[in-house]
């Protein structure tokens, strides 16, 4: 079979693209899958607009890649925090994958500011393609940990 001959019209990678294809959507998974939750802690650590992303979050909670769950501080209002579902858990492979692709050709000469470790065993973990069925790391399965180059924000400031 040759590539060419191959009927795109109902291409995966361009429905993906509709749904992904956003870089906040991006950014808001990786800060979603390191424990930002709440609509505050995003803002903060983001620098995004409010309205950018009360945009964005609604589109990724009825995109699936969220939910949103109501908690309460004492004696403030019901509020929302925004967890990753199992979908969005599905592209953290993705994520990892186009991480360590900008670290590789686009990072800085010091190295990647974060990297990712197997709990058990201390060995950083590469994006990888693999046959069905290998055994692989699951997020729980791995640490973040700083990298060569890391660079710590101020406290209170983004």
Not at 73 to 96: F, H, M, Q, S
Not at 130 to 152: A, F, H, M, N
Request: charged share 25%; glycine share 8%; aromatic share 8%.
């Amino acid at each position: 079979m040759e590539w060419t001959s191959v009927d795109l019209g109902n291409c995966p990678i361009v429905r993906a693209l509709d749904v992904l294809g956003n870089r906040w959507t991006l950014i808001v998974l990786r800060e979603a899958f390191n424990g930002v939750h709440r609509f505050e802690d995003f803002l903060d650590h983001l620098g995004i607009s409010p309205s950018v992303l009360s945009r964005r979050l609604k589109e990724m909670v009825d995109e699936g890649l969220l939910s949103r769950e109501p908690y309460r501080e004492t004696g403030d209002r019901e509020r929302y925090e925004y967890r990753p579902t199992a979908k969005a858990w599905d592209l953290y492979p993705v994520i990892v994958g186009l991480m360590q692709w900008g670290d590789r050709y686009l990072g800085d000469a010091d190295g990647p500011p974060i990297q990712l470790t197997d709990v058990t065993t201390g060995k950083t973990v590469v994006a990888a393609i693999v046959p069905q069925g290998t055994p692989t790391c699951s997020p729980s399965d791995l640490r973040v940990e700083p990298g060569d180059s890391i660079r710590l924000r101020p406290s209170g400031h983004c």
